[in-house]
Nanobody, 115 residues
Framework: QVQLAESGGGLMQPGGSLRLSCAAS????????MGWYRQAPGKQRELVAA???????NYADSVKGRFTISRDYAKNTVYLQMNSLTAEDTAVYYC?????????WGQGTQVTVSS
C-alpha cells in the first residue's frame, strides 16, 4: 500500500500565500513524477503543477509565476508554494504520485481564498 499524507491547506485572504506538502510512504518504488491537481466545485479535476524525476516542472497557465513546485527526494515529499492567491484558486487540492507500479492519489486538502 502507498500512503500520501497531505497538509497545508486552509483559508487565506486574496493575495496571501499557502504551502502544501505531500509525503509519500509505503510501497513506493522509483518515483517518476509527483504533482498537484485541483478540483473546484462543478469543475473537472485539473493539473496544477508536476515535477519529474529529473526535476523538470510543468505548470497550468493559470498558476505560472505564482505557484512553485519542489521536491525533497530523500523524504519522498512534494511541495507546492502558492503565492498571490485569488478566489479562482479555491478548490480541493490533490497530491498525485506516479511510480513504476502505478499512480496514487492523496485524500485532498481544501484551499479556500476569500476575504
Amino acid at each position: 500500500q502507498v500512503q500520501l499524507a497531505e497538509s497545508g491547506g486552509g483559508l487565506m485572504q486574496p493575495g496571501g500565500s499557502l504551502r502544501l506538502s505531500c509525503a509519500a510512504s509505503g510501497r513506493i518504488f522509483s518515483i517518476n513524477a509527483m504533482g498537484w491537481y485541483r478540483q473546484a466545485p462543478g469543475k473537472q479535476r485539473e493539473l496544477v503543477a508536476a515535477i519529474t524525476r529529473d526535476g523538470s516542472t510543468n505548470y497550468a497557465d493559470s498558476v505560472k509565476g505564482r505557484f512553485t513546485i519542489s521536491r525533497d527526494y530523500a523524504k519522498n515529499t512534494v511541495y507546492l508554494q502558492m503565492n498571490s492567491l485569488t478566489a479562482e484558486d479555491t478548490a480541493v487540492y490533490y497530491c498525485n504520485v506516479r511510480d513504476v507500479l502505478g499512480m496514487y492519489w492523496g485524500q485532498g486538502t481544501q484551499v479556500t481564498v476569500s476575504s
